[in-house]
């Protein structure tokens, strides 16, 4: 069984939606990319695209529209390319599994924010703070990784600074934008972390004590 971090953790159970494709190789292994649908309640779905192992792909025969329980942690990187996002975000899958489970979104991240948040109003005047959250990994390295908030939480983060050590719980969602471009407007999806509980962290408590997610 795969160790996880007490600092990054993802719970999805969703359906496959499209074929695995070649991503990369990295210390000898094959990595693939593969999009996971899951619906949310209001019946919006999020496309989010996971990396998996070659040989976890060998051990599972995915078809499309199988129903999958997906456990990992949140990564990002930065793309060097003109084209796409700046930062990409996917799910590493550390353990997977298919499921009759009801589709699901659940994640929690333990972290510090790099930047001061930002608190703004929609154009239906609802309030919302920006936040970027630097997530650790092991051998020093870092996530760094887009969330949102709202209401009253959304009031209250407008008043932390850089550095604030948080701890949240949300879901992991998509968000199609368009882009301006030289040749017209552009279809995207950015991906960010919607925030329901965030907590400034106390010292010397352990993020996973209370966790059950049926593993």
Not at 152 to 162: E, K, P, Q
Not at 188 to 203: D, G, L, Q
Request: with cysteine; hydrophobic share 35%.
């Amino acid at each position: 069984m795969e160790a996880f971090s007490e600092t990054n953790l993802v719970r999805l159970c969703g359906r496959v939606a499209g074929r695995p494709l070649y991503s990369h190789t990295s210390r000898g292994r094959d990595f693939y990319t593969m999009p996971l649908a899951v619906q949310r309640l209001s019946g919006t779905e999020d496309r989010l695209n996971l990396i998996l192992r070659r040989e976890q792909l060998a051990q599972t025969a995915l078809g499309e529209a199988e129903k999958l329980l997906v456990l990992g942690e949140l990564r990002s990187y930065n793309n060097r390319r003109s084209e796409g996002p700046k930062l990409v975000l996917t799910v590493f899958v550390r353990e997977l599994s298919f499921t009759d489970e009801e589709e699901s979104n659940l994640i929690r991240l333990r972290g510090a924010l790099c930047r001061e948040p930002r608190l703004r109003r929609t154009p239906l005047g609802r309030e919302i703070a920006d936040l970027m959250l630097a997530v650790n990994r092991p051998y020093g390295r870092s996530d760094y990784l887009p969330c949102i908030c709202w209401g009253a939480l959304a009031r209250r983060a407008g008043l932390w600074s850089c550095g604030q050590r948080l701890a949240l719980e949300g879901r992991l969602q998509s968000r199609e934008y368009l882009k301006m471009t030289e040749s017209g407007p552009e279809k995207h999806t950015a991906f960010e972390v919607s925030a329901m509980e965030i907590e400034e962290e106390p010292s010397g408590t352990s993020f996973v004590e209370t966790l059950d997610w049926g593993r």
